[in-house]
């Protein structure tokens, strides 16, 4: 067997399953070790809180064991020699199955853990890594509220290290695409209709977290 299709989400590898074998000798009760790694759509690496995954469940012929899923791996209570017909789950907090391996069959034959090839999880992420803001546009002298029209205004550009984003000005607020985990130099700008510099921000700092948004609330543009 060089493949088994995972459930409705994904694709599972392993190699050589048919053949593996895990059995007693003498007095001796073995065990099989499991171990699994959780790709996205696109086959990147993600966490399990990045999909909502908090359980692995191992099933050998109807014997279920549950292993937290950001151990990336689990050994099975000890096991008589014989056949076994193993199959993993992936579930979220509520039980929902997210992924699971079509049946497996292998014969338990040696003394100590038998390790199953490496099961890859492929699931949709529920990981959000945006920067989101407001704006609004004051007289510098004033502190007077203008709008995007009154000083012929059209875009406002945020720069999150190389990333550039632009958004519409009468839209008064903005929210980027997925980006990167991690600490970003970042500015806003304001644009004119003929794409010339109205007003911007000092550089700053923006960490975008884990999973996770980054706020920066509302920005303000000071405008002579």
């Known amino acids: 067997m060089t493949g088994a299709t995972l459930g409705k989400l994904g694709v599972l590898v392993l190699i050589g399953v048919a053949a593996t074998t895990i059995a ?57 020699p014989g056949n076994y017909t193993a199959s993993l789950q992936l579930l979220d907090a509520a039980g929902h199955v997210l992924s699971q391996t079509d049946a497996l069959s292998g014969d338990v034959a040696n003394c100590g853990a038998t390790a199953l090839p490496q099961v890859t999880f492929a699931v949709a992420t529920t990981c959000t890594q945006d920067v989101s803001f407001t704006w609004s546009i004051v007289e510098d002298a004033t502190n007077a509220p203008l709008t995007c029209a009154t000083v012929n205004s059209g875009t406002v550009r945020l720069n999150l290290g190389s990333n550039v984003f632009s958004f519409d000005c009468t839209a008064g607020e903005g929210m980027t695409a997925q980006v990167t985990e991690g600490t970003y130099p970042t500015s806003l700008q304001l644009f004119d209709l003929n794409s010339n510099l109205i007003s911007q921000t000092p550089t700053m700092s923006v960490v975008v977290p884990h999973c996770a948004g980054a706020d920066l609330g509302d920005v303000v543009f000071g405008v002579q």
């Open 24 to 80: 007693g000798c003498g007095g001796c009760h073995d065990s099989v070790a499991v171990s699994w790694t959780v790709v996205d759509a696109s086959n990147q690496a993600v966490h399990c809180e990045d999909v909502g995954a908090t359980t692995v469940v191992l099933t050998l012929d109807g014997m279920s064991t549950s292993f937290v899923c950001d151990a990336y791996g689990g050994r099975s209570p000890s096991l008589a």
